[in-house]
């Protein structure tokens, strides 16, 4: 059931474009308008919302995290972002007008099906967004997005993570279009870039025979740091996350803005560090922030593996590696940005022997608080 491949992670990795397009799929109407009645959840109550709090953990918190830039920018609504086993514990200032968004692949989290019932408790609507039909999370759920990536059975998440992204992005539009904040005309455009997603994770794909290279040379590493900015930011962590997970090796992904006030102490000659580069067509000047930030570490002796857009050659002179992705707006390109990094680590633990379906200490879903 592998079909050819030597892992379920490899070959899930590869069933990528297709969890994104399939997610996509008869969400919009032929003008690029959401319709996502599926949901449950009336447009009056959700017109209503004054505020998104997302919960979920690991790699599904991620998602979330990317989810808030977009949220934020397309509805204008605000949005926090939350471990499901944190929210519960706090005394979460939720109410009816508030949207809980829990994001999960198994359906099946206990942690977050504990916050699910504490915000239902608290009055909240609660929206799953999840890849499993008929999952305990959507079961207790006023409604329910699911994502289509289809069976996930590595244990380390990738396809549904591109799937949960993809899903919020869809959540995001649809909320600006019911509470007015964008043009039709703007959301369809959005819609279209979308669609567009699926062929460019395909390139990323078909490229990545240099990422394996570089797995390689770096299979004796002991620490790996992962920088990002923007969307870029919970990339970083999945980055880093991915390779604890799958490699058992020490890795940490930082907002690239924090490394002065830090981290920046850990660079040391030799040091890999993974730069997530924003677009350079992202907002404000974060581009050309990253760029110095790679300068900075470069000139600490830190070997630098630099993901950016085709064309971005500011890079070129600070990196010792350039992963090239396709140039795509910038609040979709966690979509495309993260593929490299995954195949990284599963390269690399391939290359240690490690068995990478079924890391040491890991299950796939998480049924105990
Ligand atoms: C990481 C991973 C975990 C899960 C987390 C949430 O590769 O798989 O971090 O993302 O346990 O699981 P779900 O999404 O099923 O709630």
């Known amino acids: 059931e592998k079909g050819g491949y030597a892992t379920f992670m490899a070959k899930e990795i590869d069933e990528q474009p297709q969890a994104v397009a399939d997610t996509l799929r008869a969400r919009s109407d032929l003008d690029g308008r959401l319709v996502l009645d599926e949901m449950r959840l009336d447009e009056d109550v959700l017109a209503q919302v004054d505020k998104v709090v997302i919960v979920s953990c690991g790699t599904s918190c991620y998602a979330g ?84 990536a289809g069976p996930e059975v590595a244990v380390a998440s990738t396809k549904a993570f591109l799937a949960q992204i993809t899903a919020t992005y869809l959540l995001g539009l649809y909320l600006a279009q019911v509470r007015k904040q964008m043009d039709p005309a703007d959301i369809a455009e959005v819609m279209r870039e979308l669609q567009a997603v699926p062929d460019k994770v395909q390139k990323v794909l078909d490229g990545s025979e240099e990422v394996r290279r570089i797995a390689r040379w770096m299979a004796d590493t002991r620490s790996v740091l992962f920088l990002g900015r923007h969307v870029g930011y919970p990339v970083a962590l999945e980055g880093a996350l991915k390779l604890k997970e799958l490699a058992y090796i020490h890795a940490e992904g930082f907002a690239a803005g924090e490394l002065k006030h830090g981290p920046i102490a850990l660079i040391e000659p030799g040091q890999p560090v993974f730069v997530v580069v924003p677009s350079p067509h992202g907002p404000g000047s974060v581009h050309s922030k990253v760029i110095s930030n790679i300068q900075e570490i470069r000139a600490r002796g830190a070997r630098t593996i630099v993901i950016a857009e085709e064309g971005d050659d500011e890079v070129v002179p600070y990196a010792e590696e350039v992963i090239r992705v396709p140039a795509t707006p910038p609040l979709l390109a966690p979509l495309v940005t993260v593929v490299p990094l995954q195949v990284f680590a599963c390269e690399l633990a391939t290359a240690k022997g490690l068995d990478v379906d079924q890391p040491r200490n890991l299950a796939k879903s998480v049924t105990v608080e």
């Open 65 to 148: 995290m990317v989810a808030k830039y977009a949220i934020e920018r397309w509805a204008r609504l605000p949005v926090e972002v939350e471990y499901s086993h944190e929210f519960r514990y706090r005394e979460p200032v939720v109410g009816p007008r508030t949207l809980v968004v829990a994001i999960t692949q198994s359906g099946e989290t206990m942690d977050t099906l504990m916050a699910v019932r504490h915000a239902r408790q608290l009055g909240a609507r609660v929206l799953a967004i999840c890849n499993t039909h008929g999952s305990t999370v959507p079961r207790e759920s006023d409604g329910v997005l699911y994502t289509h």
